[in-house]
């Protein structure tokens, strides 16, 4: 599978964006979708991600409450949906899959995810 994220833009504090990852490939709808982010200096980190039948899904602490991952399988497509954003939000954003073929749970490690696709830039003001 093959993932490409878009969306990402300049906001202002407590506005929103919606992000989307498209993706290609046949096993598409048989993984999990994360999305993860990356801020200058800092490591990657798990944002949410969305079990392969959307049944299911994981947050990070940080934006729970205030971010939303959805996916549509029909449309090879998953979603994150962010509102109240916070200056501390600034970073790359980035999808991958899960390695695994339909993972009962959901795993936050970013080292579980692969079909890294290009990120998109999120930038917050204050």
């Known amino acids: 599978v093959q993932l490409q994220a878009f969306g990402g833009g300049l906001v202002q504090a407590g506005g929103s964006l919606r992000l989307s990852c498209a993706a290609s490939g046949r096993t598409f709808d048989n993984v999990a979708t994360g999305w993860f982010r990356q801020a200058p200096g800092k490591e990657r980190e798990f944002v949410a991600a969305i079990k392969w039948s959307g049944g299911r899904t994981s947050y990070a602490d940080s934006v729970k409450g205030r971010f939303t991952i959805s996916r549509d399988n029909a449309k090879s497509a998953v979603y994150l949906q962010m509102n109240s954003l916070k200056p501390e939000d600034t970073a790359v954003y980035y999808c991958?899959?899960?390695?695994?073929?339909?993972?009962?749970?959901?795993?936050?490690?970013?080292?579980?995810?692969?079909?890294w696709g290009q990120g998109t830039l999120v930038t917050v003001s204050s």
């Open positions: 991958a899959a899960d390695r695994v073929y339909r993972r009962y749970l959901l795993d936050p490690n970013p080292s579980e995810y692969d079909s």
